[in-house]
């Protein structure tokens, strides 16, 4: 399992600059601030309570700025991720957050957080999931919102592609990652004591074209006009039978309570 953690952790670094400026991409921001936007559009207990919040796997520690954007002033934050070449690049942008350098599939605190966000964390470090997500759980208050963003898939087609893409496109690495059955998905929070909320399908046509442009950049066409149109269609589809089995992606939100 280390030794997975430690290839992940180089595979990441290597493409890390890369990635940083391609998801710099105008159309990849705007779908991404229309997605969360739409997410917390009803999140009505979360918005304006100055919360507590957790990253783990942080990245650049976007779930803070997605936090603050749709919820309000954080209370407090806190964020660490296993690379240290993404901690000192947050760290450049940001000197005061606090992030740092942690593993999390050692990680342990004392903490209890009101939110806990993982923006496509898990897949990266399936064979120890269920350990991570388990021992989450402790830092998470009661009534507390476990957010998670992770590429899923829910039919055959669409899993056999996805294989395809992990085994050819670099920016990915095969053999440590791995994207979810969404049933699969929900049971590792289930079968852990934690309670579906809310969920949403957006890894539909707009998710297609803009969300991966450091991995796809000739699917990054137009611009925000398109970006809102094929967003706007897929929103039929967020919440219902089509959505769930057409999406390449889950966005969901579990309790303790």
């Not at 940083?20 to 979360?46: C, E, G, I």
């Not at 991966?212 to 000739?218: G, R, S, V, Y």
Request: with cysteine; aromatic share 14%; net charge positive.
């Amino acid at each position: 399992m280390s030794d997975h953690i430690e290839q992940q952790r180089e595979h990441f670094e290597n493409i890390s600059e890369k990635y940083y400026n391609a998801r710099k991409s105008v159309n990849h921001l705007y779908l991404k601030k229309l997605m969360w936007r739409f997410f917390f559009k009803d999140k009505v207990q979360l918005k304006n309570k100055s919360l507590s919040v957790l990253e783990p796997m942080c990245g650049y520690s976007e779930g803070k700025s997605i936090l603050e954007n749709n919820i309000g002033v954080l209370g407090s934050y806190e964020g660490f991720d296993y690379s240290s070449v993404l901690i000192e690049k947050v760290k450049e942008t940001n000197p005061d957050i606090n992030v740092y350098v942690q593993d999390v599939s050692t990680f342990k605190s004392e903490k209890k957080f009101d939110v806990i966000i993982v923006i496509g964390g898990l897949h990266h470090v399936p064979s120890m999931c269920e350990t991570v997500v388990q021992n989450l759980k402790n830092n998470l208050k009661p009534e507390g919102a476990f957010i998670v963003l992770e590429p899923t898939h829910n039919n055959i087609i669409f899993r056999k592609i996805r294989e395809r893409i992990y085994n050819k496109n670099t920016l990915f690495d095969e053999e440590t990652e791995k994207a979810f059955r969404l049933k699969e998905l929900n049971n590792l929070f289930l079968s852990n004591g934690y309670k579906l909320v809310d969920q949403m399908y957006p890894g539909l046509l707009s998710y297609i074209l803009f969300y991966n442009p450091d991995a796809f950049p000739f699917l990054n066409i137009g611009g925000k006009f398109l970006v809102k149109l094929t967003f706007k269609i897929d929103t039929l589809f967020f919440k219902n039978y089509i959505g769930r089995k057409l999406s390449f992606a889950t966005l969901s939100m579990f309790t303790l309570g």
